[in-house]
């Protein structure tokens, strides 16, 4: 985990609804995250491979469908972080 990507993901306000919608709904398809949103695809997209690639959301195939899921182990490891101050 490289925190400077962690907290470069994290410093964008669409990313951070992102993160709190899949918190709510435990897992979403990126169909479903562009409806709440109102974001285009090309938009979401771009967000969701910024998530993945900072390790905060895991993705899981099922059939003809992506769905996303907060990677929660890598949560825990930035608490224990921030913990140290």
Known sequence: MSLAVTFKALSDPIRREILMLIKKNFRMSAGE?????????????????????????????????????????????????LKQF
């Open 33 to 81: 995250i562009a409806e709440a949103l109102k974001v285009s695809p090309q938009s979401l997209s771009y967000h969701l491979k910024m998530l993945k690639e900072s390790e905060l959301l895991i993705e899981s195939r099922e059939k003809n469908f992506i769905y996303y899921e907060l990677n929660a182990t890598l949560f825990d490891e930035l608490i224990l972080w």
